[in-house]
């Protein structure tokens, strides 16, 4: 029997005594319908994630996709390795457009780990019940999206053996130090702080689901590695409860940090004195973008999971319509965005910046920028529909539209390099096979570790699965009363 | 048991609690609240998720974690500003290891901090020392890692991740009692009660495995502390190995190498005909030296002196010592006595330059050399370039009172040495190559000014030095009749 539809009244404030709209009218109590669905209780929705991750043959899907996927990332290490023996030559990077593609992706890749903070610490703050079934994916997907964005300026630097002249280390030969007045060196920074604590994030999130994998390992093996994993957790009261301070503290302290990376990010561009860069609209424009694509990349990975996984209990239709509404807000922002930068270009007088922005709609790589105002500002206006937000594959293609759309805006931004000042060093960006080879090895990076993610650790956080039934939709109450 | 007591010692294993099974949270709650309620106080609740209320039926205390993050949080700020302030801000010198720390100068802006810039980075490490303290201080809390814990030996305690609720119950408890406890938690709802002894077999892991495991951790750092070793002090007098090559490593060709590419084989080339090399070419001697034209220049101060300063610590005026390559002898030009400056001693008595060693004073040009147009354009030109260059010390008019001298005086007081006066004797009776031979190449105190103003420059400049010292010791004849203003009380 179904819980949901039979022992929930779902009530959408029906009129009562007085009319909706008059003076003293008092709407009913809204009662939220549950967000997990069908015939479910703790031991199913246990048995369900679990099964994903103790499943002995996966899915053939699965072992296309990670022999795809590993392939892919294979190449990129190949192509990391040909990049070390030769130099940066083999990239399309020049004098003009000196951050090329390493860059973009880089800033790409950054972005999209945005999300799994956002979905995990700001509406855990804001008591978003909806995130618990979808946030461990999230998560993850910023952990991996940070692997490969930490991967591209550390190869960007040229002699890769020399990465570690990005810390601050005592030089005895030089005796100097870094210089702690460059964005470049905050953002080293901000992004080693939010891997670490998006890890720690993760990890933490992770014990009790690991603890459960633990209890319900058969093989020896899969019980020694969850054991050790989930650190001896037991589930008591007291554990309980200084988990939950602890998390709701990490939630508090990464929901800043969230926010302070993009911005410094942007500041790589902002503190700059090029036109089209040195903005002050960077930062929030940046951080909006980053959730945006972020977003977009969670439900890339979310609707083909779902499906294959047999999710849909736990992932609802419900939670893809609240991302969708996400998608729209964020990418109505940035549209927003562009549309002030054109403003200021206009409005704050100066030749360069007009330049700039004329030349990045009808300039020679005016494509990119069209691409970009299609795909980020056109294509989510397209949820405001109803029968939209209900389609799993209109929602799987939009989402891919926003994964390409974000990725042209941090290209348009940085083909702004071809032309600046002088136009004696102005200078046409063309990609070699190794900077498209790169970029499609980065997926396949993001791929390969996240279909390792998906076998082998819980990919739903159970535990606040299990809360939310219990203390939101009422399973604790109506299995016994 | 009591008969095989004396020969074989049965373990009877400690027990450590009972534990009690409920249905769902509600009861688990309603459990709790009972059993502390009846006094129990070592009572603990396990469950596969955080239950809301547990926590008031346990009469728990609050735990101190958020104390441990803010303290975490501010050690992070104050490291973060710290370390930027230290790093970028201010150096301490003598410190080893290159841990005196570097004072940036950017635009020679006043002050060492710069607070806005250094905010990114305390910002991001208070996050990351605060997150620190709420995941480690988590876990040392919660005594973890702990892998081992005796309930993980019930198969019923299995459930306490997925779907089961439990009470435990400690025997450490003051109200506890094996059969009067089990009792109560059955009273009080539970579906299931099992005692949890302190496990009696199992295998603890041997002493040896930890001496063992020290002894190879500690050998597994011999090879790359010798590896250290070879790189930070090498004996070898081979090139070192080059695993990527580096820019002491560059594809040109070194000083004397043969080259294949030209037929000469040299890979050092000879100018192209035709063409001056900058330098030559200055085959006019008096206007580009200020001597005679059949003067042999390479024994002249003028030709390429190499010159040295020694300061010593602003205390006494600053020595030059000017050496010529060519005649062998390094004090050859004026070394001038340290505390001597007003007077020029060599300039004006030539033979007392050479009792001391020097040698002979070049045949100075006494004329301006033919190859200039003297006319007042030249002197305009002159007037020109010495306000730029020369007044800034000597002064407007040649006293000696530019403004860098008067500055100079007020800040260094008796250790400045104030520019010549270019109104002495010993000045104005000077050939005029002599003259030009100082702007050039400098003398005392003055730089050369070779870099700076071209030869006609500088004669256009001694022109115009000839005129200012004419005007400080002239007549009134000299003044023209037509621009002269009758004086009522002078005539």
Redesign the interface.
């Known amino acids: 029997m179904g819980l949901a539809s039979a022992d929930i009244p779902v009530s959408y404030s029906t009129p009562s005594s007085l009319e909706r709209g008059k003076l003293g009218y008092v709407p009913e109590v809204w009662n939220d319908p549950p967000w997990i669905e069908g015939d479910n209780?703790?031991?199913s929705v246990?048995d369900k994630v679990c099964r994903i991750a103790e499943n002995p043959r996966p899915p053939i899907a699965w072992w296309v996709g990670f022999l795809i996927a590993a392939s892919i990332a294979g190449m990129f290490g190949a192509l990391i390795g040909y990049l070390?023996v030769t130099g940066v030559g083999v990239w399309g990077n020049q004098n003009s457009v000196s951050w090329g593609f390493p860059i973009v992706n880089f800033v790409f890749w950054v972005g999209i780990g945005h999300a799994g903070t956002l979905i995990s610490a700001i509406l855990f703050l804001f008591r978003q019940h909806w995130r618990t079934s979808i946030n461990r994916f999230a998560e993850a997907m910023t952990i991996f999206a940070v692997v490969c964005a930490g991967t591209f300026p550390g190869i960007h630097v040229g002699?890769v053996?020399f990465a570690y002249w990005l810390f601050?280390y005592?030089?005895?030969?030089?005796?100097?130090?870094?210089?702690?007045?460059s964005?470049l060196?905050?953002d080293v920074?901000?992004v080693?702080?939010y891997a670490?604590?998006s890890l720690?994030?993760w990890y933490?999130g992770m014990i009790?689901d690991l603890?459960?994998l633990?209890?319900?390992a058969k093989h020896p093996a899969r019980r020694i590695a969850y054991?050790?994993l989930s650190?001896?957790?037991?589930?008591?009261?007291?554990?309980?409860?200084?988990?939950?301070?602890?998390y709701g503290?990490?939630a508090a302290?990464?929901t800043?940090?969230v926010l302070?990376v993009h911005t410094?990010v942007s500041?790589d561009f902002a503190v700059s004195q090029l036109p089209g860069w040195h903005t002050t609209i960077f930062p929030p424009y940046f951080v909006a973008g980053a959730v945006f694509s972020g977003f977009g990349m969670v439900l890339t990975l979310m609707i083909p999971a779902r499906e294959w996984f047999g999710l849909k209990d736990i992932v609802t239709m419900r939670h893809i319509d609240c991302m969708c509404k996400i998608i729209i807000a964020t990418g109505s922002m940035v549209g927003f965005a562009y549309l002030t930068e054109f403003f200021i270009a206009w409005y704050g007088g100066n030749p360069y910046e007009q330049f700039t922005f004329i030349n990045r709609a009808f300039g020679p790589t005016a494509y990119a920028y069209w691409i970009m105002v299609t795909c980020n500002v056109i294509s989510p206006q397209l949820f405001w529909i109803k029968a939209v937000r209900r389609s799993p594959l209109l929602i799987f293609i939009i989402s891919i539209f926003v994964n390409i759309g974000m990725w042209f805006e941090r290209f348009v931004i940085i083909l702004s390099l071809e032309r600046t000042f002088l136009p004696g060093s102005w200078q046409s960006f063309v990609p070699t096979w190794v900077d498209l080879g790169m970029l499609v090895g980065s997926f396949g990076l993001f791929f390969t570790l996240f279909l390792l993610f998906c076998r082998f650790l819980p990919i739903v956080a159970?535990?606040?699965v299990?809360?939310v039934m219990?203390?939101v939709d009422g399973l604790?109450?109506r299995?016994?009363s | 048991m009591t008969e095989t007591h004396d020969t074989d010692e049965v373990i009877q294993p400690k027990r450590l609690g009972l534990l009690a099974q409920f249905?769902?949270?509600?009861?688990l709650i309603a459990a709790?609240e009972k059993a502390t309620d009846e006094g129990y106080r070592n009572v603990?609740?396990?469950?596969?998720?955080?239950?809301?209320g547990?926590?008031e039926a346990?009469k728990?205390k609050?735990?101190v974690?958020?104390w441990i993050?803010f303290a975490m949080g501010l050690t992070g700020c104050l490291v973060g500003l710290g370390?930027?302030l230290y790093?970028?801000a201010y150096e301490f010198a003598g410190a080893i290891?290159?841990?005196?720390?570097?004072h940036?100068m950017?635009s020679g802006k006043p002050g060492p901090w710069?607070i806005p810039?250094?905010i990114?980075?305390t910002?991001?490490?208070t996050?990351?020392l605060?997150?620190?303290g709420?995941?480690f201080?988590?876990?040392v809390?919660?005594k973890?890692?702990?892998?081992?814990?005796a309930?993980?030996r019930s198969n019923r305690f299995?459930?306490?991740?997925?779907?089961g609720f439990f009470l435990?119950v400690e025997a450490t408890d003051s109200k506890y009692a094996d059969t009067e406890t089990e009792a109560f938690l059955s009273s009080i709802g539970a579906t299931g009660v099992e005692a949890i002894d302190e496990p009696t077999s199992g295998h603890a892991l041997p002493n040896l495995i930890f001496l063992v495991g020290a002894a190879v951790g500690t050998l597994a750092l011999l090879p790359p502390l010798y590896l250290y070793y070879v790189w930070a002090a090498p004996t070898s007098t081979a090139p070192r190995i080059s695993?990527?090559k580096?820019m002491e490593d560059q594809a040109k060709y070194k000083a004397q190498n043969t080259s294949t590419l030209f037929e000469d084989g040299r890979s050092a080339r000879p100018p192209i005909p035709g063409t001056i090399a900058r330098g030559s070419g200055k085959d006019d001697i008096p206007l580009y030296y200020g001597v005679q034209q059949e003067s042999d220049l390479s024994a002249s101060n003028a030709a390429t002196p190499a010159r040295f300063a020694a300061f010593s610590g602003g205390k006494t005026p600053a020595r030059f010592v000017q050496q010529t390559e060519s005649d062998g002898s390094p004090d050859a030009g004026d070394a001038a006595p340290g505390d001597d400056g007003e007077g020029q001693p060599q300039d004006a008595q030539p033979a007392d330059a050479g009792a001391e060693g020097e040698a002979a004073e070049p045949n100075w040009v006494a004329e301006f050399p033919e190859a200039l147009k003297i006319n007042e354009a030249f002197v305009e030109r002159g007037q020109q370039r010495y306000n730029i260059h020369c007044a800034a010390c000597h002064g407007l008019a040649g006293n000696g009172d530019g403004l860098v001298s008067q500055r100079a005086q007020k800040v260094s007081g008796a250790s400045w040495t104030p520019p010549t006066n270019l109104h002495t004797e010993a000045v104005v009776t000077q050939p005029v190559g002599r003259i030009f031979d100082t702007i050039t190449n400098g003398r005392r105190k003055m730089p050369g000014y070779a870099e700076h103003i071209t030869p006609k420059d500088r004669w256009a400049i001694i022109l115009y030095m000839k005129a200012l010292q004419r005007s400080q010791n002239a007549a009134a004849g000299d003044v023209p009749a037509e621009v002269r203003r009758e004086q009522p009380s002078a005539s």
């Open positions: 209780d703790y031991r246990t070390i002699r053996w601050p005592p030089d005895t030969r030089l005796n100097m130090w870094s210089q702690f007045r964005p060196l905050w920074f901000a080693g702080t670490t604590v720690l994030f933490m009790p603890a459960t633990r209890d319900r054991g050790i650190v001896g957790w037991t589930g008591s009261a007291t554990q309980w409860r200084v988990y939950e301070k602890a503290l990490l302290l990464a800043p940090l302070s410094i500041f159970m535990a606040e299990k809360q219990a203390h604790a109450k299995s016994h | 249905a769902g949270p509600d009861e709790a603990e609740a396990y469950s596969p998720f955080p239950v809301i547990i926590d346990l728990a609050g735990t974690l958020p993050v370390m930027q790093m970028n290891w290159g841990l005196s720390g570097y940036y950017i710069s810039a250094f990114p980075v910002f991001e490490l996050i990351l605060s997150a620190f709420a995941f201080g988590m876990l809390l919660n973890l890692p702990r892998l081992f814990n309930l993980f299995a459930d306490a991740t997925t779907d435990f695993f990527f580096d």
